[in-house]
């Protein structure tokens, strides 16, 4: 697949993708006051908000086959410190040259991480609750869509290796594992139109991202190699602070541009067999 060629920025995307898409499908676990029961009309037809939730859930199952099982990255891995090496001598004639050598040595603490979905992750895994969907009005074309206030949140899995290096010295190397939970605060907009150019006509799906914020919301150690007790709650602490600035907060950066970007390559995804939506 093509998807699996992307870059890692873009395979994130693309998992909070799925989670902007688990917000529109139903849950019956969801609270779901509705500013109005009334349907919208599409051209002589009516999508109702029951209609319009349903209408997306195949758009989260597809998502979730595209989604990369694993995320990896790193923080300081293979950071070095240059020491002095000496001083290297020749004869220029009858002159005695000096040059001081220099080399690289491994030092620091590095940390290597990678955080997987669970197993046989599909949008069934994500437990979303709808706050809020109310009748909007699109300021610009006028057109009815449906805005979508909800969080939703999905299991992951984390291992990560951690090394300490000291000129070059490496001082212990320990395994962390464990699980966590991250949550998606989201507020989207989503419309529907029929293309009648299509032979038949299809709808389409209209997504749209307003605001979006991830958090973690639970992190636990389960193992530290070769570790115990207080400082095996030490790593945990540290690894916490580690997904946190470079995974989280990463995705936090210029996240609704992204989750919109993510969208838009799947704006041919978004297209319904009209017989499959109103019954």
Not at 197 to 224: C, G, H, M, Y
Request: glycine share 6%.
């Amino acid at each position: 697949m093509p998807y699996q060629r992307c870059l890692l920025p873009h395979r994130a995307a693309l998992l909070l993708l799925s989670l902007l898409i688990g917000l529109t499908c139903t849950s019956a676990r969801a609270s779901e006051p509705v500013e109005s029961d009334e349907p919208i009309a599409i051209s002589g037809h009516e999508i109702s908000e029951q209609q319009a939730r349903e209408s997306v859930q195949w758009l989260a199952t597809t998502a979730m086959k595209y989604i990369p099982s694993v995320f990896k990255g790193d923080k300081d891995w293979g950071d070095t410190r240059r020491v002095w090496a000496g001083v290297k001598t020749r004869l220029d004639g009858f002159k005695l040259k000096t040059h001081r050598r220099y080399r690289e040595l491994d030092h620091g603490r590095w940390i290597q991480y990678e955080i997987v979905l669970p197993k046989g992750s599909s949008p069934k895994s994500l437990f979303t609750t709808v706050h809020r969907v109310t009748r909007t009005e699109d300021a610009q074309t006028k057109d009815t869509r449906w805005r979508i206030d909800a969080t939703t949140e999905t299991p992951m899995h984390f291992t990560a290796r951690v090394q300490r290096w000291n000129y070059g010295v490496k001082l212990y190397s320990v395994t962390v594992s464990g699980k966590m939970r991250v949550r998606l605060n989201l507020v989207s907009t989503i419309g529907f139109h029929v293309d009648y150019l299509q032979i038949p006509p299809v709808l389409v799906v209209d997504p749209n991202i307003e605001n979006a914020k991830l958090k973690l919301v639970s992190f636990e150690v389960d193992r530290v190699s070769h570790v115990g007790g207080d400082m095996a709650e030490a790593w945990g602490e540290v690894m916490q602070e580690v997904i946190v600035e470079r995974f989280v907060e990463k995705q936090n950066d210029n996240i609704v541009t992204k989750l919109n970007k993510a969208i838009d390559k799947h704006r041919d995804d978004l297209r319904f067999g009209w017989q499959n939506i109103v019954k």
